[in-house]
């Protein structure tokens, strides 16, 4: 099979693209950021390729996502798969591959892809996303988006007046259990430590709320349920005693893992927990070169990982990739008189 059938195959939806062709603007990455921004930056006309591993991102792995204005109880794959439709709708050609390189060579930047090749932009937007830990029990994997959860802000409401466990010891996931508590009927706090590393405030909130029972020096060793998540097994680090708790459901906040060596490797500047820094406008540290969506932080982000963030930060990536483009293209007019 030829080059370009590969490219044609591997490409959603349909259209040609060839190695080393120039782009306005290049979107690594295929989640609400990336395929926001690559919305926005066709409507403004930019000649735009969006460049992902998988298209829709975490949202594949969501449940029932109720906490994006205006769309109701739709499953994460369904809220994706409308996003991909509208990007199709201005004509993006979506490759699914993954970036392994993305170098500045001049006045162009070179988007290096695994299998397909290596492309041109004046400017890229990198919303490669990051992934939550998981526990790596059995059942988890299976029960996904079916009771287990990874995002209190985004499922608590679901669990209203049910059992719910809520795994973790820092801030996200005393938030969490404090959060899921004003919807669920009792939250059992899973930790594998004997204390709490959150801010106190957290910690003195969590001992005087009557729905939320720690359970310390302990760890979740299966989830279980037909279709649904209905127990989860918990083990006593310390005396090896185990129990089974009753729940409907189980959130998993035990942190993030962002793309701390992709994210090296194209020279962005991080910050102390590997995300990528960004400033107003979603600019990184690199001219040219935008970020959106769950890979950024830096002291000028509130980190606040959500669907609706995530866009709409694509969005503001798309508007300053284009008031780049045009500010090279008023230069190059310029030196052209």
């Known amino acids: 099979m030829g080059q370009g059938s590969r490219l044609a195959l591997r490409l959603r939806p349909t259209a040609r693209v060839a190695p080393g062709e120039l782009f306005d603007v290049i979107v690594v ?7 926001s921004a690559a919305l926005y930056a066709a409507r403004f006309a930019l000649k735009t390729l969006l ?19 205006g769309i109701q109880d739709v499953p994460g794959p369904e809220l994706a798969k409308r996003f991909e439709s509208h990007v199709a709708k201005y004509g993006v050609p979506v490759l699914a591959d993954r970036v392994v390189e993305v170098r500045k060579t001049g006045e162009h ?17 990198i919303a490669v996303g990051s992934l939550r830990r998981k526990l790596g029990v059995p059942g988890e994997d299976r029960l996904a988006g079916r009771g287990v959860s990874y995002c209190a802000p985004c499922d608590a409401p679901l669990f209203k007046d049910k059992e719910v466990v809520v795994v973790g010891g820092g801030n996200a996931a005393l938030q969490g259990a404090l959060l899921t508590a004003s919807y669920a009927s009792r939250v059992y706090l899973v930790h594998r430590r004997d204390s709490f590393r959150a801010f106190p405030v957290y910690v003195d909130l969590i001992g005087r709320n009557p729905k939320i029972e720690p359970v310390l020096n302990s760890v979740v060793t299966e989830i279980g349920g037909t279709d649904r998540v209905e127990w989860v097994r918990v083990r006593n680090v310390l005396t090896g005693e185990e129990r089974e708790l009753r729940v409907s459901g189980i959130i998993i906040e035990i942190g993030m893992e962002p793309p701390v060596e992709f994210l090296k ?10 995300y990528a820094v960004v400033w107003p406008g979603q600019r990184t540290n690199v001219e040219g070169l935008f970020a959106a969506g769950d890979c950024t932080g830096g002291p000028h982000k509130k980190k606040f990982d959500q669907v609706v963030t995530a866009v709409a930060e694509g969005a503001v990536a798309a508007y300053s990739a284009y ?4 500010s090279k293209r008023g230069k190059e007019a310029q030196l052209a008189r």
């Open 323 to 326: 008031e780049y483009v045009m």
């Open 109 to 125: 930047f070179e988007v290096v892809s695994r299998t397909s090749g290596a492309f041109r932009a004046q400017a890229v937007v």
């Open 265 to 274: 490797s194209i020279g962005l500047e991080l910050d102390e927990y590997g």
């Open 51 to 69: 460049i992902a591993e998988q298209v829709g991102g975490t949202l594949n792995n969501a449940g029932v996502i109720d906490d994006y204005i």
């Open 29 to 35: 990455g295929g989640g609400p950021a990336g395929l």
